[in-house]
């Protein structure tokens, strides 16, 4: 892997990031630009095994919106995102729902859960 640059999303700094494979070091990469310790584990982390939070919203049947919003509890592996959308847009729920609320659980495996954000 050649350098590659990142810009790091984990505080508001915005730092960016340069990361390439480093075997003398530790941590197995060279991670240069941030500011916080927070952006070398970023860097680390979306070079290895890239993850998202997914936002959205389902139908739901029997309330005064038709659209529930909903979103996952952990963040699952970026490539799964399409097959994460395409399920959410795939199911319909019926009211009532309370916010927290699990409407699928163990998401392809990743233990991650997609959650009711509001109460309907």
């Known amino acids: 892997m050649d350098k590659q640059e990142l810009v790091c999303i984990s505080c508001p700094m915005g730092c960016r990031i340069t990361i390439e494979k480093d075997e003398t070091n530790s941590l197995g990469w060279k991670v240069a630009g941030n500011v916080c310790k927070r952006g070398t584990e970023y860097a680390i982390k979306e ?3 890239p ?3 997914v936002t959205s919203t ?3 049947n029997g309330s005064h919106l038709p659209r529930l919003p909903v979103r996952t509890d ?3 592996p970026k490539d799964r995102i399409n097959e ?3 399920l959410i847009n795939s199911i319909t729920v ?3 729902v309370k916010m927290g609320q699990t409407l699928i659980d163990n998401l392809f495996g990743t233990d991650a859960k997609i959650i009711a954000t509001r109460s309907m």
């Open 58 to 60: 389902v139908r739901i």
């Open 51 to 53: 993850t998202r939070m």
């Open 84 to 86: 994460c959308m395409k």
């Open 94 to 96: 019926t009211s009532p």
């Open 47 to 49: 070079v290895t095994n």
């Open 74 to 76: 952990k963040p699952i």
